[in-house]
């Protein structure tokens, strides 16, 4: 049971490149959840997916593009990085329901835009 | 979701108790309390969630108090291991959130030798 997986590790791009953060758990969790992390800054989420086929913008998801896959997977696209979008990027996913549910975090992707 | 706020920062010698306050005056009925916290560039780690009631598990007791405005995550015997970023957060988990959390700055948390 390797939980929350997220590829790749690291990442360094030029201004205007994409690419694709993915993220995978083996939890049969229904939501899953895209979070980054800017340096000395709390969590700020990006976009979530509540269940498989449904996807929900969060609290900044400019410039972002997400995929549920299937209930395993849930991709992050950045179409055109940006300096500004340099950040650690953290995946998670919950069970759901009621008062018992508690998010399980990725160990993130460290992505610099130069 | 209620807002919370923490102290920036708290220090702790090692094997003392570790009592990190949170204060969410504005928390309404269906609002559960959860602590997490995040050792450096790891991803954050569940710790905790409370409604009223105390609650306690493996790795801390979690106290509210009765007016519920209020929490403290109590880590009884703190190691250096335990130094990390706590975010107490508040949130309905029945509402229409879908689970998602609003982290805060949190406490940097330090043990010291």
């Known amino acids: 049971n390797a939980g929350v997986t997220q590829t790749p590790k690291f990442q360094v791009l030029k201004t205007g490149q994409s690419m694709t953060l993915q993220c995978a758990q083996d939890m049969n969790h229904n939501s899953m959840y895209w979070y980054r992390q800017d340096p000395g800054m709390g969590l700020r989420l990006i976009y979530y997916s509540a269940s498989e086929g449904t996807t929900d913008k969060g609290e900044v998801p400019n410039g972002y593009n997400v995929s549920r896959l299937n209930k395993r997977e849930f991709s992050l696209r950045l179409e055109s990085a940006a300096p500004s979008q340099t950040s650690v990027y953290f995946c998670?996913?919950?069970?759901?329901?009621?008062?018992?549910?508690?998010?399980?975090f990725g160990p993130g992707t460290r992505l610099t835009v130069l | 979701d209620a807002k919370t706020t923490q102290p920036p920062s708290m220090d702790c010698a090692e094997g003392r108790a570790a009592n990190l306050p949170c204060n969410h005056s504005t928390i309404s009925g269906n609002e559960y309390v959860y602590w997490y916290r995040q050792i450096h560039s790891q991803g954050p780690q569940y710790i905790i969630h409370g409604l009223k009631n105390n609650e306690t598990n493996e790795m801390a007791s979690l106290i509210i108090t009765e007016d519920r405005k209020s929490s403290t995550l109590i880590l009884p015997h703190a190691t250096l291991r335990d130094t990390a970023v706590y975010y107490c957060?508040?949130?309905?988990?029945?509402?229409?959130?879908?689970?998602?959390?609003?982290f805060g700055q949190g406490t940097i948390l330090t043990v010291h030798p």
């Open positions: 998670a996913s919950t069970s759901g329901g009621g008062g018992r549910d508690t998010q399980y």
């Open positions: 957060i508040v949130r309905d988990p029945g509402g229409t959130s879908y689970g998602k959390l609003t």
